[in-house]
């Protein structure tokens, strides 16, 4: 039961952490509109 658990845990930290990456990508591509051709 500990198991699953810690590994729905890292799960969510895995997931809230590309969130996190997306917002700041798509901040950051917002900010400088000339970069938009980089990815």
């Known amino acids: 039961m500990k198991l ?3 590994l729905t845990l890292t799960l969510l930290i895995a997931g809230l952490g590309m969130l996190t990456a997306k917002v700041e990508q798509a901040r950051a591509l917002a900010r ?4 938009k051709g980089a990815k």
């Open 4 to 6: 699953a658990f810690i």
């Open 32 to 35: 400088a509109p000339k970069v």
